[in-house]
Structure formats: C-alpha cells, structure tokens
C-alpha cells in the first residue's frame, strides 16, 4: 500500500476530532497505520500548508482550509459510494475499499456530473450525510444501538462502513439505513440485542450493534433535527 498521504491525513484527523477534540499524535499513528515519527513529520507539513493548528499540549486540530479539504474530500468519498452502488451495481460492502482509491483522483467535473445523475443525493449507502459542495454538512444524530436500554421503536440512521463483514451481515437482515426496528431486549451477561425486524425476530451480537446507530422513532426526536422540525 502507497504511504498515506496529505488527503489520508487530512480526512483521519477530521474523523478523530468528531471523537475527540484533542487529537493525540499517538491517535493518528495507529489511525492511519503508520509509525508516531512519520506521524510526527507529516504534522510539520501539514502545519506548514496551514491546514493544522498544532500545540503540544492540546494536540492537533484542523484549520478552516484543512476542515475544508477534508469535507470536499468525504464529499468525493460518499458520492463514489452511492455512484458505485446505484451506477456499477457494486454491493453495498464493496465500495468503501473503491471510494478510498478513488476519491482522490475524481475532478470537481465529474464530482457535478456524479452528483445529478444520483438527483444530490444526502447520504451515502452507510447513511453518512454527504457534505455540501459549498462543505455544508449535516450533524450526525443518533447513538450506538450497543447502549440502547428500554424498549423501543428505533430508526437505522447509519452503520458503519469500513467492516465489509458486518456490511454483509446486516444486509440480508435488513438492517439497513431508513429501516425501522424494534427494540425488544439485550440477553442477559452481554448478550445478543433482540430486535423486530419486519415481523422477524433478529438477535444482533454486542460487536454488530456497537456498530449500527439508531435514533428513537417518535415525534419527540425533533429537538434533534431543528431542520424538519416544521415538516411532521
Ligand atoms: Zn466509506
Ligand atoms: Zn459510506
């Protein structure tokens, strides 16, 4: 594999700061795979492209311009995804691997011209939101199924896209982003989640559910989406 680059970086420490607001040199080493000292080089770089802000006791945080880049690069990434599914047929666990070659390679041309065949669309197949081209990009919402205690109905926003397995797993399932479940119960010592899915009982294992995130179906999950908030 090519050593990561720029763009690599750029995009893991976005999704570290959505973790974590003080990004470590430590986190990003075994983020992006590569040993701390190389970490410790590339920060330098990145400061001197003004795309980082980097204090040692408060670790890294991006610029406007590296927030910037990092958003038109998972702009790229999340428009390929849905491109390669509804376009090339691609399954849903295939296109994650694609998108990470191909996002840095498309032109702001193509990047249009993918974006209105798919009628601009809002999400990626995961249910990530798709930042705008002017690096608007919705909030994420919701919680990891894994820490749902009472029963209830629950929508699918978003799963996670980087484990090819899981995406396998939860497809024939149909727990999917825009499904809506049930939550019934966790087995007891850790156990399985059991859900409703459409009719069917599902037992989801504690490492799936982590990874699947849900928000309450009810009206009351409008102080969360202010947006939709005057469209019941
Ligand atoms: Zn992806
Ligand atoms: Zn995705």
Redesign the pocket.
């Known amino acids: 594999m090519a050593s990561p680059s720029v763009e690599d970086y750029i995009k893991a420490i976005y999704k570290a700061q959505a973790d974590s607001p003080n990004v470590t040199t430590h986190d990003l080493a075994s983020r992006v795979t590569v040993s701390a000292p190389a970490v410790s080089k590339m920060l330098r770089r990145l400061t001197e492209l003004c795309l980082i802000d980097h204090t040692p006791y408060h670790g890294v945080r991006l610029t406007e311009a590296g927030t910037k880049m990092a958003l038109e690069i998972i702009r790229h990434?999340?428009l390929l995804?849905l491109y390669l599914v509804e376009a090339l047929g691609y399954t849903w666990d295939a296109?994650?691997q694609e998108?990470?070659r191909l996002e840095h390679h498309i032109s702001e041309e193509f990047e249009e011209r993918i974006d209105a065949l798919l009628g601009h669309p809002t999400t990626?197949p995961?249910g990530?939101p798709i930042p705008t081209r002017e690096g608007h990009v919705a909030v994420l919402t919701g919680h990891a199924l894994s820490t749902q205690r009472t029963p209830a109905s629950l929508k699918i926003r978003r799963v996670r896209?980087?484990d090819a397995d899981l995406l396998r797993y939860l497809k024939p399932l149909g727990l999917l982003p825009g499904a809506t479940i049930e939550f019934l119960e966790q087995e007891p010592f850790g156990g399985a989640f059991v859900l409703r899915v459409g009719g069917q009982i599902v037992r989801v294992p504690p490492g799936a559910a982590a990874q699947i995130f849900v928000a309450e179906n009810e009206p009351d999950e409008q102080p969360t989406l202010p947006l939709e908030e005057s469209a019941p």
């Open positions: 990434h999340r995804e296109v994650h998108a990470e990626c995961h990530d896209d980087t």
